[in-house]
Nanobody, 115 residues
Framework: QVQLVESGGGLVQPGGSLRLSCAAS????????MGWYRQAPGKQRNLVAI???????NYADSVKGRFTISRDSARNTVYLRMNSLKPEDTAAYYC?????????WGQGTEVTVSS
């Protein structure tokens, strides 16, 4: 069973930075996509950023220019560098992976942006 283990969330002041990490315990076949989604209380889960196996990236408009996604394919790990954080970035952040024909999700890591 593949598991995604996230780390790096926490409390940060507006304007601050955090880096999230997500490591897959194993993989079966090709990892096509890894990325991050987020869900604020009472709202639906939305895309933050994804990166494909050929390193193409896609970002939500709200994070463009502030967040950077990257990956380490040898370690089956994806990162999300978040700069210039705003209170509206507060949410649970979920790691996502498309491995073969299956989708996997992490348990989520909380990010709170508050003074």
């Amino acid at each position: 069973q593949v598991q995604l283990v996230e780390s790096g969330g926490g409390l940060v002041q507006p304007g601050g930075s955090l880096r999230l990490s997500c490591a897959a315990s194993r993989r079966s076949g090709t990892i096509y996509v890894m990325g991050w989604y987020r869900q604020a209380p009472g709202k639906q889960r939305n895309l933050v950023a994804i990166i494909t196996r050929d390193d193409s990236t896609n970002y939500a408009d709200s994070v463009k220019g502030r967040f950077t996604i990257s990956r380490d394919s040898a370690r089956n790990t994806v990162y999300l560098r978040m700069n210039s954080l705003k209170p509206e970035d507060t949410a649970a952040y979920y790691c996502y992976m498309r491995n073969g024909a299956r989708d996997y999700w992490g348990q989520g890591t909380e990010v709170t942006v508050s003074s």
